[in-house]
């Protein structure tokens, strides 16, 4: 979308709260933020007024972005991420008692409550719900099939949202314009019954191509997401009552992942996804983004969410000798941090995907006077990323203000240097939860300030996830070898090219100001490839084909083992979960995934330290936010009793 049309959205986004709610304020930054322009509810029974309501449903999904719930409730708890040294979020990593229908307990007031998603999603819903029920008003038949498609496709993604994390949710399919406090909560099926009808009209309905630009709702993106719906409704989790669906879903799902594999094909090199070089750029405008939150530099548009992701997986940097903070080093605020599984899932020689997710160097831009020679611009932080059996590090010299390891390009010892493992022991972490390897994703040197919202677009769906969708739908038809053929040509992207530089690296980061040309600044151009696989440079073409789903890569074979994985139909399950980690890394899916799936409490209680006390099965669903069964009543208008309170939450709870 250009300029106008983001801050047409994100204007009528808010707008659309209000109007279509009846609600004043739902927090204290609401209530400071200054509306200039209203409309009233009669401006909805027009053309026009439906036309800018849809494109204010752009507006919400802004949400997954912003704040502390973009990871929380995404990537917290799982085999991918554990929690850094910041305690914001903790419970929904570690499954405590805090973790609860009213989360108490929390190390500050930023954390994540159950009720957030739940919110901002039937928001969005009661949104679609006007265009939805509005049909007639539209004289313009072009402009109705369009309008109609962006609302289906809305209110189908945010109940797949909310099914995913709480299962049964209330369906609302006409708009509240008033106070209601009487709802029953659905099943799962009749859930995800709804989403697959609204994807299946949005798929109908919507052209292909954007029509309002860049970042707009199309056919393939509906196919995608009605693919990943139906695969929902044929996993583990569903299987009390999903068999007399699953033949059909898999079939569809595979005929809707070739429509969007051949419409919006991938992009030549998965690093060019991520090398973002500032807004609208390159990055932003590649055919594999389906879906993609917008963002934008104008602080005229930049409405109540904004993107926050680039700070949540950084660890810190700034308090370690010779560095300072700053825009292109990042904002390290160390929540995210990256577990031993997540290192060790890659194929790090021959997989260019984990070198072009994680950042891996600094430079040094605080030398001052030093007695080692040290500069700006020089090599200041240091993370090597080696295996169990490699034994040329002795921890007690690295860590923190070592100034021990010699870079071979300058010369001169390098202040800080971090290593995952010393005589076979995991050491990574020694120097304490803000060490570790940092996913480079969501770096954005854009930002004004180091504490100002990000710019970048926020992406929510890509054609590498519908690879292996359609891979994992032939594993659940038992076609093994056909999925493993399917996960080689996305694995094909992922190979480093005859020529490539293997040591290079780009994100976000480089959009500061100077930039690559820079040298006095945090931001590196380079990872430590060579320093952490210990092999001779090389332009040579990589290899990661696999011949037979009976013999899988070694770092699959080893994660297996550790889980105590048998059978070719879970072992085939686990490795499609191996590969979403490895092409999807932190991308806000990780945790729905290994719940669908049942797989999260062997995965978290395997690989998570922090989770694995207490996570159990009853975490495969979120809790049912107190807030919204307190405020139920029952059809006569009547106070819910215990009981019935207790039968509106999941269970565990």
């Not at 300030?449 to 891979?471: F, P, Q, S």
Request: aromatic share 12%; with cysteine.
């Amino acid at each position: 979308m250009n300029v106008m049309n983001k801050m047409k959205y994100i204007i009528l986004g808010m707008l659309a709260i209000l109007l279509a709610l009846g609600i004043n304020s739902c927090s204290d930054d609401f209530l400071n933020e200054e509306l200039t322009t209203a409309y009233s509810t009669d401006y909805y029974e027009t053309q026009e007024g439906l036309n800018d309501l849809a494109v204010a449903l752009y507006g919400n999904i802004r949400y997954h972005f912003a704040y502390e719930w973009a990871y929380g409730t995404t990537n917290y708890g799982t085999d991918e991420f554990s929690v850094g040294t910041d305690l914001t979020s903790e419970m929904w990593n570690n499954y405590d008692s805090r973790l609860a229908p009213y989360v108490s307990g929390a190390a500050n007031k930023n954390y994540p409550s159950p009720s957030h998603l739940w919110d901002q999603m039937y928001y969005g819903i009661n949104s679609a719900n006007i265009i939805i029920n509005s049909e007639e008003i539209f004289s313009d038949a072009d402009l109705k099939q369009k309008c109609m498609g962006e609302a289906y496709f809305l209110r189908g993604y945010n109940y797949l949202r909310l099914a995913m994390q709480y299962g049964g949710v209330v369906l609302k399919v006409e708009p509240t314009n008033t106070v209601e406090r009487y709802f029953e909560r659905s099943s799962a099926e009749e859930t995800v019954a709804q989403i697959v009808s609204d994807f299946q009209a949005a798929y109908d309905l919507l052209p292909e191509e954007e029509f309002r630009g860049k970042g707009t709702f199309t056919k393939p993106l509906a196919a995608h997401m009605l693919a990943k719906a139906l695969l929902f409704r044929c996993s583990e989790r569903n299987d009390e009552w999903n068999s007399t669906y699953v033949d059909a879903d898999l079939d569809k799902i595979i005929t809707l992942s070739d429509y969007v594999i051949t419409t919006r094909p991938l992009a030549s090199n998965y690093g060019d996804i991520w090398d973002w070089t500032g807004v609208d750029c390159e990055a932003e405008l590649l055919p594999e983004i389906l879906m993609a939150a917008q963002f934008n530099a104008d602080a005229s548009t930049s409405g109540r969410y904004m993107n926050r992701t680039y700070c949540y997986p950084i660890a810190q940097y700034s308090n370690l000798p010779l560095m300072s903070r700053t825009v292109a080093g990042g904002l390290d605020f160390q929540r995210l941090r990256t577990t031993e599984y997540g290192c060790n899932v890659f194929d790090r020689v021959n997989d260019s995907r984990f070198w072009k997710s994680f950042k891996t160097k600094y430079r040094v831009n605080k030398a001052g006077d030093n007695e080692y020679g040290i500069e700006n611009g020089d090599l200041g932080v240091l993370y090597i990323v080696n295996d169990k059996d490699d034994n040329r590090f002795d921890v007690s010299e690295l860590g923190e203000g070592s100034f021990s390891y010699v870079d071979p390009n300058t010369g001169k010892v390098v202040p800080n240097v971090f290593v995952n493992y010393s005589n076979g022991e995991w050491t990574a972490q020694n120097s304490g939860n803000n060490r570790f390897v940092s996913l480079s994703k969501y770096e954005d040197g854009s930002r004004t300030a180091v504490k100002a919202n990000g710019n970048r677009d926020g992406v929510l769906a890509r054609t590498g996830e519908t690879y292996l969708i359609k891979a994992e739908a032939l594993v659940r038809q038992g076609n093994f070898q056909q999925a493993i053929e399917v996960v080689n040509e996305l694995r094909a992207r992922a190979e480093f090219e005859d020529g490539e530089n293997r040591a290079r690296h780009a994100d976000g980061s480089q959009a500061a100001n100077g930039g690559l040309d820079e040298p006095y600044d945090a931001y590196s151009n380079r990872s430590s490839y060579y320093e952490s696989n210990n092999i001779p440079e090389t332009t040579a073409a990589s290899d990661l084909q696999i011949d037979s789903y009976t013999s899988l890569p070694a770092v699959d074979e080893a994660i297996l083992d550790e889980m105590g994985i048998t059978g070719d139909y879970n072992r085939m399950l686990h490795f499609i979960l191996n590969e979403r980690s490895r092409e999807l890394f932190g991308e806000f899916l990780r945790w729905d995934d290994l719940a669908r799936t049942e797989t999260l409490v062997v995965r978290a209680k395997t690989f998570n330290d922090e989770a694995s006390e207490n996570v159990n099965e009853h975490h495969l669903l979120r809790p049912i936010p107190q807030s919204f069964i307190d405020g139920l009543t029952n059809d006569d208008g009547s106070e819910l009793t215990a009981e019935q309170k207790s039968a509106m939450q999941n269970p565990g709870y």
